[in-house]
């Protein structure tokens, strides 16, 4: 079975220009995670979506970033306009519910410079 | 807000030794998670406790959920190098918020 689907793995861009993440979860994970991880630090949470509804984006910086969930499958992630401060590794994660443990992909590496 | 904390920030470890990390939570959790990410790769889902009290085991590791479901300890005896990694406790507090602490970076000294 493959696991959860990140793309791309690295993406260096200048600072003001967009990026876009996507991701492909494990078939039948209806629960999709996007994280942002710094250096040495724990995942933080961007947003959760349960199928194709957001139930948790409190912590997601609206005015830059979106994501979507269309048909509660794939999503993608976008940064308009990067900032300095977003380079992270930013990750995917799905499960088959909320209550169950969580299944990351490898991450998307963002540089801005 | 809810904050999970995790200590020690880092822990070095002969090889054969036993060890402790501990997670404690500001809030009453209704589960509580623990991952493993190794250098360069992602967090891996380890296990799940779900009840006051609870106690797994996984071969050299043993996990424990609090009386009080504010706290959680992972105990890892016998440490090998492929031990090696940082380890994360995750909760949900009661309103339904998920949170990972900062982890415990483990080193391994053959």
């Known amino acids: 079975e493959a696991g959860v689907v990140q793309s791309p793995r690295y993406k260096i861009i200048e600072k003001k220009q967009p990026v876009a993440f996507w991701c492909n979860p494990i078939s039948g994970h209806n629960t999709l995670y996007w994280y942002l991880q710094n250096l040495g630090q724990g995942p933080e949470l961007l947003i959760r979506?349960?199928?194709?509804?957001?139930?948790?984006d409190s912590q997601l910086p609206k005015d830059r970033f979106s994501a979507e969930r269309l048909k509660g499958v794939d999503s993608t992630l976008k940064i308009q306009p990067a900032e300095l401060g977003d380079s992270a590794v930013y990750l995917c994660?799905?499960?088959?519910?909320?209550?169950?443990?969580?299944?990351f992909g490898q991450g998307t590496r963002l540089t801005v410079v | 807000g809810q904050q999970v904390m995790q200590i020690p920030q880092y822990q070095h470890v002969q090889e054969g030794e036993d060890f402790t990390t501990y997670c404690n939570s500001s809030t009453t959790l209704s589960n509580i998670q623990w991952y493993k990410q190794r250098p360069g790769g992602h967090p891996v889902f380890l296990i799940q406790?779900?009840?006051?009290?609870e106690v797994k085991k996984q071969k050299r590791l043993t996990f424990q959920f609090g009386e009080a479901k504010k706290n959680s300890s992972l105990h890892i005896t016998a440490t090998q190098t492929t031990d090696v990694g940082t380890y994360f406790c995750?909760?949900?507090?009661?309103?339904?918020?998920?949170?990972f602490g900062a982890g415990t970076q483990v080193v391994v000294t053959p």
């Open positions: 406790l779900v009840k006051s009290g």
């Open positions: 979506y349960e199928n194709e509804e957001a139930v948790d």
């Open positions: 994660a799905s499960s088959p519910g909320t209550a169950g443990g969580a299944f």
């Open positions: 995750a909760g949900f507090d009661s309103w339904g918020k998920f949170q």
